[in-house]
């Protein structure tokens, strides 16, 4: 029921009156004054009652009359009548009818009841209605009520004492709350408060409203008090204690912190009063060392911290700090600083127990942290507070461990309240010794190096709920049991780590979320300006706290022997791990995550990773309040379960190691890192993959199937020993690990990067470890590889190309083990990857299928062969499981299939080789047709390798089955092709390329022939005879089959890329080939000597090329005429052929020229296209003949189905062949050929240069035939235009050809026997081309005839080869006559066959064309005769008797047809200088300077000496009785030859001989004689004739003109000087023989010129005297004397014949009739 209600007034009206009925009635008799004002007091009420209607109020504004009877009541200061009073104003104070004034005086009242120690409880009751019913009571009224109520605290009775303690604290929460209603009050009216000066004054602040006021004075001298000072406003106090004044200053800043916030005058008061108030009260602990003044004697107590005191002001601190940090910072600065100080060891154990909660109680405050870490350690030049708090913590845990305990207790380490020996038990015994206890359940601890300390449960999580803090009651310091401080800083540690944690990774994660929000919502917001702030407040926070938090939490895990703990601190190193790694703090996260590693791992483990990433760490002092603390180092101490013993993965074997249950709970703490924060480890992957490995390596897990870990014995060592416990657990720690790694599908990509990079430098670890020695590696690593790659196929792309590459380099290691499991990793992540449903599929995300094949093809680089046997057996598996599918794949399986080196071995190449078979039998129609080019060059490089001869041999035939498939297919193929390249084409423009393509702008199906036909031509360059023959033969069948498919332009391409670039290899091989000779052919194969070397070998494939490129040269003559640079191609081969034709070796040379030859029969393009033979040329095979009609224009194609139609409509009509009534130009082809021809033939016949001595090359016999009979064939072409210069370089050719020696090894079978007159082929082959061109001349127009004498001179330079053999350069060659065959190298021909032959078409060849113009202006006649006159002159000594007869009979022959042709051209002068040249073969030839041979028989003798009559006969009949018209000179010469002939002229000799007699014995004289007499009468026949002939002509009477006048004169002048000397020598040897005989030879010469000076006589008789010169008479007579001499000779035939020719002298004995003048009678 409310105060106010009509019930409640009444009630009140009626209490009131009874309260004053009993007052007056106690009064009555003992104080009258007091009985009359009640009785007026009820009078007073009742007239109040009956006049208002609002009675309270009129009550309350007469309450000072209505309250001075109770006043006056307890004025008596009877207990009764007191009591009765104040229970009154108490009922009136509470209906609030109580006004300013009355509640003064009451409070009057009560003070003079206070001071006469009256009814204290009841005033103090009094008091507190007063003041919280209503806010009437203000200034110096309120502050003496408070004072009435601190004096009644300070009484002697107990009960008055704490009652008043407890109405003080109330009063002083009331005027507080008083303010805060105020304040509510007023809130909407705000005025600008006054700036508030720094009041000193102790009267109140007027910027106050009331209660303010009230609250500000109070507060002031609670201050005041507190500080011993006397107080401003609460007058009348008298005695105070600091702890009731601290706890009351605590309670208020406790309770009404806004107050002190929102005024300013009270922050005032905390600056100015409260904060140096705390700061001099601390002084005593800060000053005190324990130790330095024992704590029995103190002779200054005030130094000495008092326990009471120090815990409050930690408590006022721990308030301030809470709710005025914001206004206090340096202070705070202060108040932190002091209580990092207070944990110091040297401290007594309640002030560092008392602090350390303190701390706990800022610990459960992360925002407090953050505060401090904004305000303090972010700041310049300020304390790192924070960092220092942590770090005391930290040093106050190690101290714990380091220094003993010094409490009130004994400075044993005895637990507090457990008896010595039980704990001392437990003590050494470790959690092991509590068994002994039975039941006893082991005893949370922690223990380190001798030091145990057990750990209490002291709080809750995340509440700090002190226990010294709260011991308000206690005045002497408590004894702290031992662990307390232990297990509180402990608590502290673990606090802070969740608080700070936690705080962050909420802040966080509300900042992604916002961040995603902006995302979705796609606003470029920019992020709020305190975020950057946020995350450097966190760094900075982690920063400062990490050091300390590590090397507390490093220690306190050695040193647990509690699971719960230990779970505890992991978690705790987890979470910080975790966090550092979400604000990407890379050491402090390393360093966590190190911590727990090292923890997981068997003390002292040597692990390089740990121990290099933590150097920087452990190595470190961190000095914490100047005490150096080093980071402890885990001890092997600690007494911990043994549950595993096994080896160390380390190069060097150590023995065991022991892994203890902290170990595994450490291990498992690292999985569950790495599972639930692998997204912020980055780089540390590394450390605890590490961990992981030597874990697992230690526990004896090896991989499995997919990459699993599975529990597998160790290889080596003594085995791994491991307990049920452990062996229980090993299943779900191989499951954890294996899910761990499945879990990293979660990841996001850079994390998985992280993990990938970690596992890979893992792995080159455990390579680096296991090179060199053949230990078991560690496969954990590789093992994961592959499961990670495997659980993340579906983000394959981002891991492939590290996880690949890294695994590449594994199969290259050289340890087989390690190098197996990289293989099967890398095969089995390929074979998932391409088996794996991908999205979109493969088929459609080509760069995908690439990605995953590259590996596969990267494995070829490798050199093991049992890695390629890995590689080989994963592409035969692809291809039989994805063969159909592989699509874009199709170009790097068969990059695999096809990367075979020579080094590695048969049984690779042969499996790659299966693959390969297996592509071309099965795959070629499934893969794209741009695969088909890789195919053709695979399985070329099948046929290039040289490990297995077969293989090559079968690959060739893969080629040829290929080429089929392209002509089968040719159609879709084309299409496919034709579709690609314009997607390729497209794309390169785009880039402004060029599309890069071998064989490109050819169309390209015509490519792939292209690349077919060049891989065949790379094979036909091989090293191997076996591979070339079979290559070559392979490609120029195809070239002939299928060649038709061509377009034409690519011909061209066929021509100059294929087939030249062919020619040139080989002719560059075969001029470069060794000459040694080779053994034999490998196992027993004997080798033919016509291929025993390199260089023969070489031939073979040269001559089967060259053939092949001129085969189709003639049979595609129409295709390639078609070509713009058919010429330059013809150019080419001509090049070719020539240069085969003067290789130095038979077999290429002559080969070429049978190809030039083919070359040659080439046939100029008929109109008529439908004769079969224009098909036989095309070389189509005879099978398809039938097919072929020949219906309509253009070339009729091969193959009966749609082929050719289909290519009519590719290339539109074929321009296969010239349109009708063009006729291709081929003379320059011709020319061109005959160029080549002349070329080959100038260096071939070219005698070699340089001495006898050095090595030289000689053309073979057949090759030289072979080329002259090229020439005919070539005539033909070049007829029309053969001129007089290339008539010279024929001849040149020809005459070198013939000089040519045979080497003597052949000899046999080329030439005759010497005594047959047989030509050799090669000679028959030369005039065979000069009787074409000869006949050729003969049919052909005037001006060519101007080339007989040309021909002439050629065929004369043969005959003279009869006499003079050409030399052949300096060569020395044997005559086979004289030559046994083993003696000479070369052996010169037998020429004389030849010369005569050749002499004979001259003689033929001038009867035909004497009378020719040419022939006479070129003086052909002159050139005969000088020629003949060689073998006429030599005679006897011509090699060949033969020769000069048929010189002789040639001779006549000519002169028969030629003298008559001279004499009609005499008056021209063109036979001029013929004469003279005749002149000396007659003579030559007449007067030979040769002797017959000794063997010559008389017959044949008489028949040589008719040859000379017919020559004279010759001179009678032709040329003497023409003299008129012949030069005179020349019948000068002929008439001293006549004269020579007809006087023998041996005589002479003999004359010498006798002279000189007396050196020689007669026989030898007498032997001459004999010989010349027989010579004399050998010629006795010829000697008449010419007589006679010369005479014939003395006697001629048939002058008619003076010319033959002239000429009988000039015959008798000769004769009868002739005569004159005869008759003379004969004289003088008549004297000189004595009576010896003159010779046989003499007597008849000297007869003979007798008689014929009697002829003569008889002559001149007869003659007319004009005919007669006048020499002449003067010439006979002086024979006269001559005559007469000779009349002592002693020969009877002499001395008849002189008689006969003395006796017409008679007729000169007279002197003549007349006289002759000038002729003239």
């Known amino acids: 029921m409310s105060t106010s209600s009509p019930e409640a007034v009444k009630k009140l009206l009626e209490n009131m009156q009874a309260d004053l009925r009993s007052l007056s009635m106690e009064c009555k008799k003992k104080f009258p004054p007091v009985k009359e004002a009640a009785e007026s007091g009820i009078v007073k009420i009742k007239t109040i009652a009956a006049r208002n209607t609002d009675i309270l109020a009129a009550l309350k504004e007469n309450s000072s009359e209505v309250v001075q009877p109770f006043l006056m009541g307890c004025g008596t200061k009877e207990p009764k009548i007191t009591q009765l009073c104040l229970a009154a104003i108490q009922r009136l104070m509470s209906h609030e009818v109580v006004s300013e004034a009355a509640a003064g005086n009451i409070i009057n009242m009560l003070w003079q009841l206070m001071e006469n120690g009256l009814e204290e409880l009841k ?83 007027s910027t106050l409203r009331p209660s303010a006021k009230d609250a500000y004075m109070l507060f002031q001298d609670l201050c005041q008090l507190v500080n011993a000072d006397a107080p401003y406003w609460l007058v009348g106090m008298t005695e105070m204690t600091r702890t009731f004044g601290l706890e009351l200053l605590e309670s208020v800043l406790n309770d009404f912190p806004e107050v002190f916030l929102q005024h300013q005058e009270f922050s005032f008061l905390l600056k100015e009063r409260v904060c140096p108030l705390v700061i001099k009260l601390f002084s005593p602990n800060i000053k005190f060392r324990q130790g330095s003044c024992s704590s029995a004697a103190s002779p200054a107590p005030v130094e000495k911290p008092y326990f009471p005191i120090c815990m409050r002001l930690l408590r006022v601190v721990s308030v301030l700090i809470k709710h005025f940090y914001s206004l206090l910072v340096t202070e705070c600065e202060i108040f932190l600083s002091l209580l990092v100080k207070f944990l110091d060891g040297e401290k007594p154990q309640w002030l560092r127990a008392v602090a350390v909660e303190s701390v706990h109680r800022l610990c459960v405050q992360p925002h407090l942290l953050r505060s ?106 408590p004894s702290i049991p031992e662990g307390y401080a232990m297990s509180v800083a402990f608590s502290a540690l673990l606090d802070l780590v969740r608080g700070i944690t936690m705080m962050i990774e909420r802040e966080l994660a ?182 992981l490995q030597h874990l697992v390596w230690i526990l004896g897990l090896k991989p499995a ?73 560690s496969l954990f690593a590789v093992a994961k590889l592959l499961e990670t790659g495997l659980v993340n196929m579906d983000r394959i792309e981002i891991l492939w190309r590290p996880l690949t590459a890294h695994l590449l380099e594994v199969c290259q290691h050289p340890n087989t083990r390690m190098r197996e499991w990289g293989a099967e990793a890398i095969t089995s992540l390929i074979k998932a990857g391409l088996s794996y449903k991908h999205d979109p599929p493969l088929s459609q995300n080509q760069r995908l299928q690439l990605l995953l094949l590259n590996p596969l093809k990267e494995l070829s680089n490798v050199l093991h062969a049992d890695i390629r046997q890995k590689q080989l057996e994963c592409v035969l598996q692809i291809l039989q499981n994805q063969g159909d599918s592989l699509g874009p794949g199709w170009p790097l399986v068969l990059g695999v299939i096809g990367a075979i080196r020579n080094d590695q071995g048969e049984s690779l190449i042969r499996t790659a080789f299966q693959c390969l078979q297996l592509v071309v039998t099965d795959f070629l129609p499934t893969m794209p047709c741009m695969c088909l080019q890789i195919v053709v060059d695979v399985a070329g490089s099948f046929g290039l390798q040289n490990q297995e001869l077969n293989i090559s041999l079968t690959s060739i035939g893969l080629l040829w089955n290929i080429s089929d498939y392209f002509f089968q297919r040719g159609e879709a193929i084309t299409e496919e092709l034709e579709k690609e390249e314009a997607v390729l084409l497209k794309q390169a423009q785009d880039k402004g390329e060029l599309l890069n393509r071998p064989f490109h702008p050819a169309p390209p199906f015509d490519c792939l022939w292209l690349c077919l036909y060049a891989k065949l031509g790379e094979l036909c360059v091989d090293p191997r005879p076996a591979v070339r023959k079979s290559a070559g033969q392979t490609m120029f069948s195809t070239i002939a089959a299928h060649g038709t498919l061509l377009q034409p332009p690519t011909w061209n391409i066929v021509v100059w890329k294929v087939l030249f670039h062919l020619l040139d290899c080989v002719r560059k091989s075969s001029t470069t080939a060794d000459k040694e000779k080779i053994e034999s052919g490998g196992g027993n194969i004997l080798i033919h000597h016509s291929r025993d070397t390199a260089e023969k070998q070489w031939a073979e494939t040269w001559v ?232 050729a001349i003969c049919v052909a127009s005037e001006n060519l005839q101007v080339m007989y004498p040309a021909i002439f001179e050629q065929l004369l330079l043969f005959v003279e080869f009869s006499c003079k053999p050409p030399q052949y350069g300096k060569m020395e060659t044997k005559h086979v006559a004289n030559a046994k065959y083993n003696q000479a190298e070369w052996v010169a021909l037998n020429y004389v066959p ?17 009378c020719h113009k040419a022939v006479i202006i070129e003086k052909v006649l002159q050139n005969i005769i000088k020629t003949l006159r060689i073998p006429l002159g030599l005679k006897y000594a011509c090699p060949a008797e033969s020769t000069w007869k048929l010189a002789v009979s040639s001779l006549l022959k000519v002169l028969s047809i030629g003298l008559p042709v001279a004499r009609q051209q005499a008056s021209s002068g063109k036979f001029d200088t013929m004469w003279p040249e005749l002149a000396n073969a007659f003579e030559d030839f007449l007067f030979t300077k040769s002797t017959p041979p000794d063997n010559l028989s008389i017959q044949e003798f008489q028949r040589n000496e008719a040859v000379d009559v017919e020559v004279v006969q010759l001179i009678s009949s032709e040329i003497l009785p023409f003299a008129n018209f012949i030069p005179k000179e020349f019948v000068g010469r002929i008439m001293s030859m006549l004269n020579k002939g007809s006087i023998h002229s041996q005589s002479s000799s003999f004359t010498d001989l006798e002279v000189n007699a007396h050196c020689f014995d007669w026989v030898t004289v007498l032997h001459i004689k004999i010989q010349a007499e027989m010579d004399i009468r050998m010629r006795e026949e010829f000697s008449k004739v010419c007589f006679e002939t010369l005479l014939q002509f003395s006697f001629s009477n048939k002058v008619s003109t003076p010319q033959e006048g002239y000429i009988s004169r000039m015959a008798l002048s000769v004769l009868l000087q002739r005569a004159q000397d005869v008759l003379r020598r004969y004289v003088e040897d008549e004297r000189l023989s004595g009576r010896c005989p003159l010779p046989r030879q003499q007597v008849t010469e000297i007869i003979f010129v007798l008689k014929a000076i009697s002829t003569l006589m008889d002559s001149l008789k007869k003659t007319q005297p004009e005919n007669v010169d006048g020499n002449v008479w003067a010439q006979v007579i002086a024979l006269y004397p001559t005559l007469v001499e000779c009349i002592t000779c002693s020969s009877p035939e002499v001395s008849s014949a002189l008689k006969d020719a003395l006796g017409p002298f008679k007729d000169f004995m007279q002197p003549p009739v007349s006289k002759v003048q000038n002729g003239e009678s």
Not at 140 to 158: G, M, P, Q, Y
Not at 386 to 395: K, P
Not at 421 to 443: D, E, F, I, K, N
Not at 1206 to 1217: H, I, K, M
């Open 123 to 205: 005033l103090l009751q009094t008091v507190l209605v007063l003041l919280t019913t209503n806010t009437i009571v203000h200034d110096e009224v309120l502050s003496k009520a408070i004072v009435l109520c601190f004096r009644l605290h300070f009484t002697k009775d107990n009960i008055t004492n704490n009652t008043a303690a407890a109405t003080v604290r109330q009063v002083v929460t009331v005027v507080f709350e008083r303010m805060v209603a105020e304040d509510e009050r007023f809130k909407g009216l705000t005025e600008e408060p006054p700036a508030v000066q720094g009041n000193s004054n102790r009267r109140s602040v």
């Open 1104 to 1335: 089967l090329t060259l053939a092949g490129v001129a085969r189709i040269f003639n049979t595609r003559r129409y295709l390639l005429q078609q070509l713009g640079d058919f010429f330059k191609a013809w150019e080419v081969l001509l090049d070719h052929i020539q240069s085969a034709a003067l290789s130095k070796n038979n077999e290429v040379s002559l080969a070429a020229l049978k190809s030039f030859q083919e070359i040659l029969q080439l046939v100029t393009p008929i109109k008529d296209t439908d004769k079969p033979d224009a098909l036989a040329a095309m070389d189509v095979p005879p099978v398809l003949m039938e097919s072929l009609q020949g219906s309509g224009p253009g070339r009729p194609l091969i193959r009966s189905d749609s082929l050719a139609e289909r290519l009519a409509q590719r290339y539109g009509v074929q321009p296969l062949l010239p349109p009708p009534g063009e006729e291709l130009d081929d003379s320059a082809l011709w020319w061109s050929a005959w160029n080549t021809w002349y070329r080959v033939g100038t260096e071939c016949t070219r005698p070699p240069s340089g001495g006898p001595d050095k090595v030289v090359f000689v053309p073979s016999q057949p090759f030289l035939t072979a080329l002259i009979q090229i020439f005919p064939a070539l005539y033909q072409h070049i007829a029309g235009g053969f001129s007089m210069e290339d008539l010279k370089k024929l001849g040149v050719i020809l005459y070198g050809a013939v000089s040519v020696p045979i080497s003597s090894d052949s000899s046999p079978f080329i030439l005759p026997s010497y005594t047959e007159a047989v030509l050799t082929s090669l000679q028959e082959a030369v005039l065979t081309a000069l009787d074409v061109l000869q006949k």
């Open 1394 to 1410: 030849f010369a005569e032959r050749s002499l004979e078409v001259v003689v033929d060849l001038y009867q035909k064309t004497a």
């Open 372 to 477: 401090f870490c904004q305000s303090y350690d972010m700041k310049q030049h300020s304390t790192k507070v924070f960092r220092d708090i942590v770090n005391a913590l930290g040093s106050f845990i190690q101290s714990l461990f380091i220094l003993p305990s010094t409490g009130n207790t004994s400075s044993t380490s005895t637990p507090a309240g457990g008896s010595v020996s039980g704990s001392q038990a437990s003590g050494q015994g470790g959690p092991g010794a509590a068994g002994v206890g039975g039941s006893l359940t082991t005893q949370a601890a922690f223990e380190y190096r001798g030091t145990w300390i057990p750990l209490m449960n002291v709080s809750i999580q995340g509440s700090a709920k002190a226990t010294y803090l709260e011991m308000l009651d206690k005045v002497e310091p």
């Open 705 to 777: 199937v997919g990459g699993v870990l599975k529990p597998g014995r160790a290889v080596e060592g003594p085995s791994t020993v491991l307990t049920t416990a452990v062996m229980t657990d090993l299943p779900v720690i191989s499951n954890i690990l294996s899910r761990l790694f499945e879990s990293s599908q979660y990841l996001d990509d850079v994390s998985l990067h992280h993990l990938i990079n970690a596992l890979c430098s893992l792995s080159m670890e455990a390579m680096e470890m296991a090179y060199g020695n053949n230990k078991e590696p």
């Open 510 to 691: 509300k900042q992604e979320q916002e961040a995603a929000m902006r995302e979705e919502e796609e606003e470029p917001v920019s992020p709020p300006p305190q975020e950057p702030m946020a995350h450097e407040v966190w760094e900075e926070m982690v920063n400062a706290c990490w050091c300390g938090l590590l090397a507390a939490l490093s220690l306190l895990l050695d040193a647990s022997t509690d699971e719960t703990a230990t779970e505890n601190i992991l978690k705790a190193e987890l979470s910080v791990a975790s966090l550092c790694g979400r604000l990407g703090l890379v050491t402090p996260r390393d360093a966590f995550i190190t911590a727990i590693c090292k923890a997981s791992l068997p003390p002292h483990y040597a692990l390089t990773i740990l121990s290099s990433s933590s150097t920087n760490l452990s190595n470190k002092v961190y000095s914490i309040q100047g005490q150096s603390v080093q980071m402890v180092s885990p001890s092997s101490e600690s007494h911990q379960q043994v549950v595993a013993v096994g080896q160390p993965l380390t190069t060097q074997p150590q023995g065991t190691v022991v892994l203890t249950a902290k170990n595994i709970q450490c291990m498992r703490t690292l999985l569950n890192l790495a599972h639930c924060h692998g997204a912020y480890l980055g780089t540390s992957w590394q450390l605890v993959l590490a961990t």
